[in-house]
């Protein structure tokens, strides 16, 4: 009897058969010519591959051998994600798997660049999310747009200013519209948000993003527990504090004129906010009354908006999250990686893997280098022969 791989860890196979789509345990084992039985022996830890299962494993995963190899470092905090009942288990363990990748990637820049401090102040000190009331979640909206200087007027690219207070931030194409963000935190306590880029449109990641901040504000301290309870309340507050976030009750509501849908229309392209947000924005804030909320929705039904889109969607262009890219091109550029040291020594996963969730072109890591601009004189380089001495960039515009 051939003997299993030694530190072979079962979850990373879970995951890349997550990552993969591969629906079952059945579907993988027919993929790679094995029982069923043996794949679900490796998945619950019982047996491991032995080498050559392993290569065959890596190579129908698109991983390297070493990723079933490697710790994982899992944050005990929940993830946040909207769970819907027609939302397939697959695209959620996608999601999820996707998002556990995106932290890898980023455990592994930290070595090298020094991402902006984590700027998100504790406003419930010491309550629990439980005990918040509307009137609190619109105080809170207020408090920290005074904490981030944003004033009260529209709110900028929210990616980029979830960036700069440290949040990690990434948008891929989820393959279906039934998922649009997912929340969760490292073992460093540091803040991901994962976005959809399906059926996309600048006013909707606004408030995608604006949601998933909520969650990062809110519901640090949930436990998968009580967010498997709480759900509906859990999603109701970010909802709320959101949408109080990017339209706040001392500015917003005082200029609309008259609830229509032209004026919403004529807002959209000022507050960048879709018209359906907007009407339930007044109704939290009662300055629209039921009837007219459900007229107003009714209209919107009538033009199509429901299924065809709203005006104005495709008004501004989509922005890309920057902060790994920028941070993968330092190091490129500061010689302090190269791009195949990067995929040999550090990333398990491929080459197209990172680049998707790193929001670089697709075949970075294979284009050939341009002229290389030395960032900063202070960078102590390294050879190939101190492949494990990470050196600290400082990421650009984190404060002092």
């Not at 043996?38 to 991983?63: K, M, Y």
């Not at 009137?135 to 944003?150: G, T, V």
């Not at 229509?260 to 804030?285: C, G, H, N, P, Y």
Request: aromatic share 8%; net charge positive.
């Amino acid at each position: 009897m051939r003997m299993g791989t030694p530190g072979f860890i079962p979850q990373r196979l879970t995951d890349a058969r997550a990552a993969r789509r591969i629906a079952s345990r059945t579907a993988l084992a027919r993929l790679i010519s094995v029982n069923s039985s043996t794949v679900a022996r490796w998945e619950d830890g019982s047996n491991s591959p032995d080498a050559d299962a392993l290569s065959l494993l890596s190579e129908t995963l698109r991983v390297r051998r070493e990723f079933f190899l490697r710790p994982i470092q899992e944050s005990p905090r929940a993830r946040f994600y909207r769970t819907l009942s027609s939302t397939l288990k697959g695209d959620i363990g996608y999601q999820q798997a996707q998002m556990k990748w995106l932290q890898e990637i980023s455990a592994i820049v930290q070595h090298y660049v020094d991402f902006p401090a984590i700027d998100i102040p504790d406003v419930l000190e010491g309550c629990s999310y439980k005990q918040l009331r509307d009137e609190d979640i619109e105080a809170i909206a207020l408090r920290l747009r005074r904490h981030w200087s944003l004033g009260e007027g529209p709110c900028p690219d929210l990616l980029a200013f979830m960036e700069r207070i440290g949040i990690v931030v990434a948008a891929i194409e989820m393959n279906t519209s039934k998922l649009d963000g997912l929340c969760s935190w490292d073992a460093e306590d540091r803040p991901y948000v994962l976005l959809a880029t399906d059926k996309m449109s600048f006013p909707r990641r606004q408030m995608d993003a604006a949601h998933e901040l909520a969650h990062a504000v809110l519901h640090r301290n949930v436990t998968a527990t009580e967010l498997k309870c709480d759900l509906k309340l859990i999603e109701s507050q970010a909802f709320r504090l959101a949408s109080a976030f990017l339209m706040p009750s001392t500015s917003y509501p005082h200029e609309v004129v008259r609830p229509s849908l032209a004026m919403f229309q004529t807002l959209k392209e000022r507050w960048r906010v879709s018209i359906k947000a907007q009407i339930k924005r007044l109704s939290d804030l009662e300055q629209v009354d039921p009837d007219h909320q459900t007229d107003l929705y009714k209209l919107y039904s009538a033009k199509g908006w429901n299924s065809k889109g709203e005006p104005l969607d495709r008004a501004w262009p989509l922005t890309e999250p920057r902060m790994l890219r920028q941070s993968l091109e330092m190091i490129i550029a500061s010689q302090v990686r190269t791009k195949d040291d990067l995929l040999a020594v550090e990333f398990t996963m491929s080459p197209g893997d990172v680049e998707n969730l790193a929001a670089l072109p697709p075949g970075w890591f294979t284009s050939r280098p341009g002229e290389i601009i030395q960032l900063r004189q202070d960078i102590k380089r390294t050879s190939n022969s101190t492949q494990h001495q990470a050196v600290v960039v400082k990421f650009p515009g984190r404060s002092k």
